[in-house]
């Protein structure tokens, strides 16, 4: 947690980079060219979170959901556990996802905020490795699914036992190419 609010304004700048400059960006060329960054809520580091994940077991088999895109078409994921953590006094929990044939996690959510103030099917966490066995959540890193920004891509949506009832007011919010 040291150092972390110059870490998520690295973070920050490292994706707007990303974003206007990257051929992979999911923004067409004349887009990047007017691209002035993309939109976050101020950091709150409250909404930063370091915890154990109760793991799945994975014997006899290891549990596989799949979750719908916004194409329809369906991605499948083995169920890897759950990160149970505190916001405003209240206990919330979050399935983690492993992608078939990759080593990352995969924390799709949705929360008050969706469709509204970000994204409508919800937005990614990243997870960080901590010492002990245990990750860093921290919502100030949650982000947009390439889908927001240009309807070619291919999104899993979050599903409903990732929907949280309150906001989570952190991270980017829904973007606005007109600003």
């Given at each position: 947690?040291?150092?972390?609010?110059?870490?998520?304004?690295?973070?920050?700048?490292?994706?707007?980079?990303?974003?206007?400059?990257?051929?992979?960006?999911?923004?067409?060329?004349?887009?990047?060219?007017?691209?002035?960054?993309?939109?976050?809520?101020?950091?709150?580091?409250?909404?930063?979170?370091?915890?154990?994940?109760?793991?799945?077991?994975?014997?006899?088999?290891?549990?596989?959901?799949?979750?719908?895109?916004?194409?329809?078409?369906?991605?499948?994921?083995?169920?890897?556990?759950?990160?149970?953590?505190?916001?405003?006094?209240?206990?919330?929990?979050?399935?983690?996802?492993?992608?078939?044939?990759?080593?990352?996690?995969?924390?799709?959510?949705?929360?008050?905020?969706?469709?509204?103030?970000?994204?409508?099917?919800?937005?990614?966490?990243?997870?960080?490795q901590m010492p002990a066995?245990?990750?860093?959540?921290?919502?100030?890193?949650?982000?947009?699914?390439?889908?927001?920004?240009?309807?070619?891509?291919?999104?899993?949506?979050?599903?409903?036992?990732?929907?949280?009832?309150?906001?989570?007011?952190?991270?980017?919010?829904?973007?606005?190419?007109?600003?």
């Amino acid at each position: 947690m040291e150092r972390r609010v110059e870490k998520l304004k690295a973070f920050r700048e490292e994706r707007d980079t990303f974003f206007r400059t990257n051929s992979r960006s999911p923004f067409t060329e004349e887009q990047r060219k007017g691209f002035k960054g993309l939109l976050y809520y101020p950091i709150d580091l409250s909404y930063a979170m370091v915890g154990p994940v109760e793991k799945y077991p994975r014997d006899p088999k290891p549990i596989y959901v799949t979750l719908p895109t916004n194409k329809g078409k369906d991605k499948r994921y083995v169920k890897f556990g759950r990160f149970p953590f505190r916001v405003r006094g209240k206990t919330h929990v979050l399935q983690i996802y492993r992608p078939l044939a990759e080593d990352g996690f995969f924390v799709p959510f949705k929360d008050a905020t969706s469709d509204t103030e970000t994204h409508r099917e919800g937005r990614y966490l990243f997870i960080e490795q901590m010492p002990a066995g245990k990750v860093l959540i921290d919502f100030n890193r949650a982000y947009n699914p390439f889908c927001e920004y240009n309807e070619k891509y291919t999104c899993p949506v979050a599903p409903a036992e990732n929907w949280l009832e309150i906001p989570i007011r952190a991270g980017e919010k829904r973007f606005r190419y007109d600003r």
